[in-house]
């Protein structure tokens, strides 16, 4: 069940979200102001997560369901073990045996998970552009967000949650598991005992999550035919033209899948009260690849440089070696992330070289470019490498790469063909990928507004009807019975 499945859109969260406000609803008045004003509400927020975990992940659920429940026992030790050797003054290994196991058992799971065994696409994933990101639905950003979790509470940056509930509301937030953002469990554990919940708040998500569904269920899958015919041509039938179109196309289509992924996820967050992080802030607006990876997935980024201790930062004591070091060893965690395949592993690696040559010997001479330059290199760039990252091998990489550089099939220059208003949707996702919107920020507001006053509206009239039938079977009943009293 992923995000724009009809049963998603038209039953899970419909009754979620009305379980949500009606829990705060009848939550006490006292417990507004003692901090226990989300608890009915988170805990219909951790069923939602346990339901779309269930349908989502299948027979994964139950592991992930006791990955979640052994982080949050580790939390809580490490949390207890350390305020007792800072009581008694004495040090004890421990906190820290804790976390080595906790850690452990979240790499074995992802790794045997994603690696080992044969995962089957959810459903509603066909034509994803990356549909090994979300098999088993949900397994990476749980072991993400629970890593986080114990590795907060070890560094006594946050106290570990002596409620069940708002640990698996973290770590199962279910709008967040189809592909992030990621969210550090320092930035997130303040807003699950506390947060705002407002109709604006609820209009900007509802705005939010319709940019997204239509990047997603639109744009994406438009681009998504044409991608999957060109990578599937052999040799003799792909071209010149039909190879760089597939390619631009499929550049479209990775970031408007993600990124609209990602902005549902926010807006759903947004509806619930939670405040998320941004995951993509125009990448293809960048000048460099150094740039476009410091705006692509950001918070899979500033996840990394949290935990990992490699980022795309440079430090100002660390000598050249280091930074390689740290740069390759940073696409290595990103090919773990979107693997498996090795044409993922060839294309973060060459993503990798590439970002270190571009730090330590062109950096110089690109800044002295234009930037329209600039933009045109890091595009053709991306192109090329996308291929490598979609094709289904290294020898389906090379034949259409090979067809790129002119050398595939002199037939038939544009292998599919295109509607008019299939054209015309191409050419607004590829203006959605540029940072028009922000120069419309007073026609947001206005759409939030409307939105805001549409919702009103909605409720009312909803209010009325309801009430107005009631009323009306209430009569109707009352007449009904004095007309069956028997004649005195």
Request: overall charge positive; some cysteine.
């Amino acid at each position: 069940m992923l995000f724009t499945d009809p049963t998603f859109l038209l039953r899970f969260l419909p009754l979620s979200l009305a379980a949500f406000f009606l829990a705060l609803a009848v939550t006490p008045r006292s417990w507004r102001v003692s901090g226990r004003r989300f608890t009915f509400a988170n805990l219909v927020l951790l069923t939602s997560g346990l339901w779309f975990l269930l349908v989502g992940a299948g027979v994964y659920a139950p592991w992930l369901v006791g990955l979640v429940v052994g982080n949050y026992v580790a939390g809580l030790s490490i949390d207890r073990l350390r305020q007792r050797a800072e009581a008694t003054g004495a040090s004890t290994p421990l906190p820290e045996a804790m976390l080595t196991l906790a850690l452990t058992a979240n790499l074995v799971m992802l790794l045997v998970s994603k690696y080992a065994l044969a995962l089957p696409e959810p459903v509603g994933a066909t034509g994803f552009a990356m549909p090994q990101l979300l098999a088993p639905l949900g397994m990476l950003v749980v072991v993400c967000q629970a890593t986080s979790y114990v590795v907060d509470v070890f560094r006594g940056e946050f106290p570990a949650q002596r409620s069940p509930i708002r640990a698996g509301v973290y770590m199962l937030c279910f709008p967040l598991l189809c592909a992030g953002p990621l969210v550090r469990y320092g930035e997130l554990g303040r807003q699950l005992a506390d947060r705002r919940v407002t109709l604006a708040g609820f209009s900007y998500g509802v705005r939010r999550w319709l940019v997204g569904y239509c990047k997603v269920a639109l744009f994406a899958r438009i681009l998504g035919e044409p991608v999957d015919l060109m990578f599937g041509l052999g040799a003799s039938e792909l071209g010149v033209g039909t190879a760089w179109l597939g390619a631009v196309f499929f550049t479209l289509q990775i970031y408007l899948d993600l990124s609209g992924y990602a902005d549902m996820a926010i807006g759903f967050g947004r509806m619930y009260g939670f405040r998320v992080g941004e995951h993509f802030r125009w990448p293809y607006g960048a000048d460099s690849l150094t740039e476009f990876w410091r705006r692509w997935q950001v918070t899979l980024g500033d996840w990394c440089a949290a935990y990992l201790r490699v980022s795309l930062d440079p430090e100002s004591e660390r000598s050249r070696w280091l930074d390689v070091r740290s740069v390759l060893l940073l696409f290595l965690a990103l090919a773990l992330w979107h693997g498996p395949g090795w044409t993922v592993a060839l294309w973060a690696g060459l993503h990798g070289l590439l970002v270190v040559v571009e730090r330590h010997w062109l950096s110089a001479w690109l800044t002295r470019l234009p930037v329209s330059v600039r933009r045109v290199y890091l595009l053709l760039t991306l192109a090329v490498l996308w291929v490598l990252f979609r094709a289904p091998s290294l020898d389906g990489a090379g034949i259409v790469l090979r067809a790129m550089l002119g050398l595939g099939a002199a037939g038939k220059p544009i292998a599919f063909e295109l509607e008019l208003f299939e054209w015309v949707a191409i050419a607004l996702a590829a203006l959605s990928t540029v940072p028009v919107w922000p120069s419309f920020s007073r026609w947001l507001v206005a759409v939030d507004a409307l939105t805001t006053s549409t919702i009103i509206l909605l409720s009312a009239s909803f209010l009325y009807l309801w009430r107005s039938l009631v009323r009306g079977l209430w009569f109707a009943t009352g007449r009904s019975e004095r007309h069956d009293e028997p004649e005195k």
